[in-house]
C-alpha cells in the first residue's frame, strides 16, 4: 500500500486550483471538464481537489466541509519550501490567511501557518534537520 491523494472538498475546484497555483507555485495537473475534479503537481503524493456536489454525492450529508470562516479541522498541509519567509509573504500576498508568521523551532525547522482561500490550514516549514 501508498498513501496516494489527499482530496479537500471545495465550492469552486478551478477557483482552488488557481489560488494554489498563485499562493504555493504549483501547477495544475489535471482538471476535469465537468470542473468536478482537478488535482495539482505536488510531488509523489496527489493534492486533489473535489466539488462540493461531489462530496455530498459520496458522503450523503456525512462530510462536513473546509469553511474559512469556521475553526480548522485538525489537519493540515505541510508544504517544505528552503525560503519560509518569502513562501509565506507570498501565500498572504494571494490572499491566504496568515495564521502564526515564520518562527524556528528547537529542532532547527523553521516553520509559519496560513489558511488557504477553502480554509485548509497549511504549514509552511524548511525540511526536517534543514
Known amino acids: 500500500m501508498r498513501f496516494g491523494y489527499t482530496i479537500i472538498y471545495v465550492a469552486s475546484v478551478a477557483h482552488t486550483l488557481a489560488f494554489y497555483e498563485t499562493a504555493f507555485g504549483f501547477k495544475t495537473r489535471f482538471l476535469h471538464d465537468s470542473g468536478e475534479y482537478g488535482e495539482l503537481e505536488t510531488g509523489s503524493t496527489t493534492l486533489a481537489f473535489a466539488s462540493l456536489e461531489l462530496a455530498e454525492a ?10 474559512p470562516d469556521a475553526l480548522p479541522p485538525g489537519i493540515e498541509l505541510a508544504f517544505v519550501t528552503e525560503d519560509v519567509a518569502q513562501s509565506y509573504q507570498t501565500a498572504v500576498d494571494a490572499g491566504a490567511t496568515p495564521v502564526h508568521p515564520p518562527v524556528e523551532k528547537p529542532w532547527g525547522q523553521t516553520i509559519a501557518y496560513v489558511r488557504s482561500l477553502e480554509g485548509t490550514l497549511i504549514e509552511l516549514c524548511t525540511p526536517v534537520g534543514g
Open 58 to 67: 459520496n458522503f450523503h450529508g456525512a462530510c462536513a466541509p473546509v469553511k
